[in-house]
């Protein structure tokens, strides 16, 4: 608790504020790009701008189907979306408990995963559509209190409330792997620099990913116990990717064929993202 209380107050605190204060502005950004010929560099720019927006994915779905009808391309929408889904300012500042080398990594990868996705739609799907957002309508904003103090408190409760319990799991969790897990264990399985324990954190990420800030305490305890940081990496990528609430919501829009194909996609690139990690790092 000591360790990671504080990280946790801050991102939900930070979260909130982007929410309530930045939030419009964010999406209102990205829709201007589709008025500009940007090309292939928009992608790097959407990237970075799904990383800042707050919103998790049932919520970026109804916001880009809103992007979508304004004019932005498909390639663009897949990086947004793709970075939107693994990292956002709240998650950032969880992930600093974990030291700066991790942070830098989360992400460097999570931007490149974006960045990737929206390049490898431009190529492959330049001539058609990748998305489906029929029947999706612009979400309605519940920060719509006119004291601006309120709107953030009440946000700021809901934030807790969503992240609350997860986080409380994720610290009686760690304590449990610190106190009964011997060391060698989690090094055997996760450590050095083999793809056998790269693959296994992308692989657990998958059924253990609930919330990023839950994540953070069991990633802090592993990582001391000999997880390498290129499978912590991986698990940092299948975990959000992969969580169910999201699936569930990239499936919709995607169809089975290209949700099959992002799956494979996210897997891949954390396995490789992994290795590289191991081996540079």
């Known amino acids: 608790m000591e360790q990671i209380f504080p990280y946790w107050i801050l991102g939900m605190v930070l979260g909130s504020a982007v929410s309530v204060f930045l939030k419009d502005r964010i999406h209102n950004t990205f829709r201007s790009l589709g008025e500009k010929k940007l090309g292939v560099f928009g992608i790097f720019i959407a990237s970075a701008l799904g990383i800042a927006s707050p919103l998790c994915m049932y919520g970026t779905i109804p916001i880009a189907a ?31 408990a974990l030291g700066q080398t991790a942070l830098i990594v989360r992400v460097v990868s999570c931007y490149l995963g974006g960045v990737l996705a929206g390049l490898l739609v431009r190529a492959f799907y330049r001539k058609k559509s990748f998305f489906n957002f029929s029947g999706f309508d612009e979400p309605k904003s519940r920060d719509t209190d ?3 103090l309120l709107r953030f408190l009440k946000n700021l ?29 989690m090094t055997d399985v996760f450590g050095g620099n083999e793809a056998w324990g790269v693959l296994m954190a ?7 990913y609930a919330c990023g800030g839950g994540t953070i305490p069991l990633l802090q305890a592993w990582l001391w116990d000999g997880m390498s940081l290129g499978s912590a990496a991986a698990f940092m990528l299948t975990g959000p990717a992969t ?35 191991n081996l540079f790092l």
């Open 66 to 96: 809103s992007f979508s009808k304004s004019g932005i391309k498909d390639d663009w929408l897949a990086a947004f979306m793709m970075s939107s889904i693994l990292l956002n300012p709240q998650l950032i500042l969880y992930s600093a």
């Open 202 to 208: 992308a692989t657990i990420g998958v059924p253990l």
């Open 243 to 277: 969580k169910i609430t999201n699936l569930g919501a990239v499936k919709i829009v995607l169809g089975i064929k290209r949700f099959l194909l992002y799956l494979a996609y996210v897997m891949l690139f954390a396995l490789v993202t992994g290795l590289a990690v």
């Open 157 to 185: 409760w809901r934030n807790v409330r969503a992240t609350g319990l997860y986080f409380f799991i994720g610290i009686v969790l760690s304590a449990v792997f610190q106190r009964y897990v011997p060391a060698e264990v």
């Open 146 to 148: 006119p004291n601006i």
